[in-house]
Structure formats: structure tokens, C-alpha cells
């Protein structure tokens, strides 16, 4: 099984610039990988789990891209099992773009980072935006007990395909937690 990440996004006019900039063969390894990016392993559960945040790019109607940051509790993005995830959707600036583009357009995709360790996964998928009141159950799954908001939304991600990407670039950035665990030896 050829990867489907590659697939989508190695679209003609990028596998053009790919050969221009003697990159392509490169990229072909990367095609011809045996690996399955259609559904998460323990790896990108126990990742995606760890996170207190994401960005999440979607695209309005007239083709402008839109990324959004979602923030919340370590794992407030929850993996429902290897090829769905989903997080509780609280109010917000009530601007609702990123819902209004899922409405038009469910394609969406999210990038997780993981600052101090350098590490960062790509996730395509497609969405549902679900109204709190109408998925009582999965509504309990995802909500963060004690929050002090009231859920609004239900946000569910249908894995299509993930990529792990290079550390080369990324500057670790640690939070005060992480800070804290640094200097006290935890």
C-alpha cells in the first residue's frame, strides 16, 4: 500500500516544482514508502494525546486559507480510535469561521506540534461539526470535566492521512510546566 499523504498532496503543479528544484526523486522514496498513513498507531495516539494544542487550516469558499489555533487541556483532542479524533468545541470569539468553512468545505487540515522535543505530524482529514445537544454521548467523551464553559460544538476529524515531518526547522519553545519539570528534575 503506497502512502495516501504523498498521493494528495504531491498534486502535478508540486511534482513540477519538486523536478525544478532537483527534489523529485527525493519525493518518490517518500511515495513509495510501505507505511500506512490512513490510520493512527499507538505512536500518533499517544502523540496527538499529549498535545494542549493545534493549528487547523481550513478554506473558505473562495479558496482563502484560514488557520485557526485551538488550545486547551493536555489532550483535550481526543483520539475516539486509529481514524477519528474529535475535541469539544467552546465559545469563542463567536466570529464562527472556522465552522462556516467546514460547512461549506469538510476538508481540513491540522498540525500538531511537539515544541521541545522538535517533533510535528501533519493530519488531512475530512470534518463534522456536530452540535453539542445532538451526540449526547460523544459529547461526554470529549468534554474536560471541571471546565468551566459550557460545550457548544462537538468537532470530529475522519482521518484520511498523517505525515510525521522533519525537525530540521523547529526552535524548541517549552511551556511553564515544561519549564518547571526542567528545573525541579521531574
Known sequence: MNRKYPEITFTDSVKDRQQHYGVRENAKRMEELRMDDRQLSITEIAFISERDSFYMATV?????????????PRGFLKPIDEKTLAYADYRGNRQLISVGNLHAN??????????????????????????????????????????????????????????WNCPQHITPRFTEAELEALATGE
Open 106 to 163: 469538510d476538508r481540513v487540515s491540522l498540525f500538531l506540534m511537539d515544541y521541545p522535543n522538535r517533533k510535528r505530524l501533519k493530519v488531512l482529514a475530512r470534518s463534522e461539526v456536530l452540535d453539542a445537544d445532538e451526540c449526547p454521548e460523544l459529547r461526554k467523551r470529549v468534554e474536560e470535566p471541571g471546565y468551566p464553559a459550557e460545550v457548544e460544538r462537538v468537532v470530529v476529524f475522519h482521518l484520511v492521512a498523517f505525515d
Open 60 to 72: 473558505n469558499e473562495d479558496g482563502w486559507p484560514y488557520v485557526q489555533y485551538r488550545g486547551g
